[in-house]
């Protein structure tokens, strides 16, 4: 996360784990779309389209597909950038940091800024999350969801993915 | 404004002017509290407070006073800084990156993402404004309140105190 970040224990989540996978690897798989779509959902979820311009105000969207064939799409725009150390993006703007529109029925659920961290280590990468909220509802709706199980899955199915390579 | 914006003229308000000022005094004027508050706001308002932290995440915050006395405090951050040449904040999120709660009753009216661009121009400084919204109801929110006279007249107090100088 940025260093003008303040924590909040009400409002964040973190997810950290220390992964025997090179940063390098980390990287692509969170910065091209075809090396995301096959680890990013938790199977039996699936990703089923991604857009990636990996800039400042560039968009990041994907699509989420459900085991019933629901799609949840999500659009946001990536605020910092730094390659193979960190990556920060929010769906609370849109691409060309365009305000997105307040939340009502059938958009988003709460809005987020979510920062992955990663650090060379002896074991091979710390790989930090942190997805922060504006309020306690955002945040207990996201826990809810599953964060750091979800999170925890995609992480395992990226490894496994290296270990094929 | 960033090279991922995307023009919506139902969205968007925008304002451009040659002032024959230097750049890097328009930059100072943006940039520091002090240099900030004396033409920030059109008189008779006043900007009584106003908090800068120039970075990306960093903190913008000013407070402005009507005639009557009544306080509007505004809080954002920046997403992009390069000195004497391009800011650009928003008030959608707070330092930190972190989406600001959603709008309600007696907090600000509509999310914005503003950007201030200087290029050197024979007369001066070409001075362009880019003010985008998430949606119509608030552009034209931020239209009626004055959107072009305001900045005009904000503008007009900017090149007054650099005549001073």
């Known amino acids: 996360m940025n260093s003008t970040y303040r924590p909040d224990s009400m409002l964040d989540l973190t997810f950290e784990r220390i992964v025997d996978v ?10 091209k779309p075809e090396h995301l779509k096959p680890w990013f959902c938790p ?8 857009e990636i311009d990996l800039r400042p105000g560039g968009i990041f969207r994907t699509v989420m597909r459900s085991p019933e064939g629901q799609e949840f799409p999500g659009t946001g725009c990536y605020l910092e950038v730094v390659e193979n150390e960190k ?13 997105a529109p307040a939340i009502h029925e059938g958009s ?14 002896p074991g091979g990468t710390r790989y930090t999350a942190t997805v922060i909220h504006a309020d306690e509802a955002g945040c207990k709706k996201h826990a809810a ?3 750091q199980e979800g999170w925890g899955k995609a992480l395992d199915q990226l490894v496994a993915l ?3 390579m």
Chains 1, 2 share one sequence.
Do not use: Y
């Open 22 to 31: 090179p940063k390098e690897f980390i990287w692509r798989a969170w910065t």
């Open 87 to 99: 990556l920060t993006w929010t769906n609370a703007l849109l691409p060309g940091f365009r305000p």
């Open 108 to 121: 988003v659920d709460f809005f987020f800024t979510a920062s992955i961290q990663l650090a060379a280590h």
């Open 162 to 164: 290296a270990r094929k």
């Open 145 to 147: 969801m599953g964060f």
């Open 43 to 50: 199977l039996p979820w699936t990703t089923i389209d991604c």
